[in-house]
């Protein structure tokens, strides 16, 4: 089975950087999905991590550590469009191969 | 652009109700999954679906059932509504059973059972 773990919510100011942490348990671990979410909206795909490192695709990267069970997704610039919920899903290795999803983190951007 | 649609945004019906969500995508993709989202519960997948005609069980199936009958639509069918079942419905599909094929989600429909 999977245990995946994120915060339930945060806050953040305009412009700042905001990172958001997922931990993940896993008996097989294939790699780590990061999507956004606005409210009434459908999740959008941001990232898959396979290795370890971080990956940065403009103002928003993730990053992943297999050895350590952990991930962390960074928001810089961050701008009022950027409050969303932030999903965090662990692909098993094998099997279904169909991810896990985390509860979600609310991220609330302030003026 | 892949489009994932659902036949409605809004639902409601009374317990004991049979309800019919659909679900079409239009991007030829072998895969469609069901989930339902709650408030402090996440993403949970009722059903999926790997091919035409196929399904396989999810992690919360029970008062649940799906057909797909054609390889663009997948329907989610509540035999008899109940009030547990309240939720946001989501669908989505993915190409192939590749590792790093994410998914693609349609814009949800709230379902209200009363």
Known sequence: GQNIDQPTEMT????AIVQINCTYQTSGF???????QHAGEAPT??????????????????????????????LKELQMKDSASYLCAVRPLGGSYIPTFGRGTSLIVHP | ?????????YLVKRTGEKVFLE?????????M?????????????IYFSYDVKMKEKGDIPEGYS?????????????ESASTNQTSMYLCASSFEQG?????????????LVL
């Not at chain 1, 294939?30 to 956004?36: A, K, P, S, T, V």
């Not at chain 2, 652009?1 to 945004?9: A, L």
């Not at chain 2, 679900?23 to 895969?31: G, I, K, Y």
């Not at chain 2, 009958?69 to 329907?75: I, Y």
């Open chain 1, 30 to 36: 294939n790699g780590l999905f990061w999507y956004q």
């Open chain 2, 99 to 111: 590792a790093g094929e994410t998914q693609y989600f349609g814009p949800g429909t709230r379902l």
């Open chain 2, 23 to 31: 679900c079409v995508q239009d991007m030829d993709h072998e895969n």
């Open chain 2, 33 to 45: 999954f069901w989930y339902r989202q709650d408030p402090g519960l996440g993403l949970r997948l």
């Open chain 1, 45 to 74: 795909f941001l990232s898959y991590n396979v290795l370890d490192g971080l990956e940065e695709k403009g103002r928003f990267s993730s990053f992943l550590s297999r050895s350590k069970g952990y991930s962390y997704l960074l």
């Open chain 2, 66 to 78: 799906v057909s797909r009958e054609k390889k663009e639509r997948f329907s989610l069918i509540l």
């Open chain 1, 12 to 15: 953040a100011t305009e412009g």
């Open chain 2, 1 to 9: 652009d892949v489009k994932v649609t659902q036949s409605s945004r």
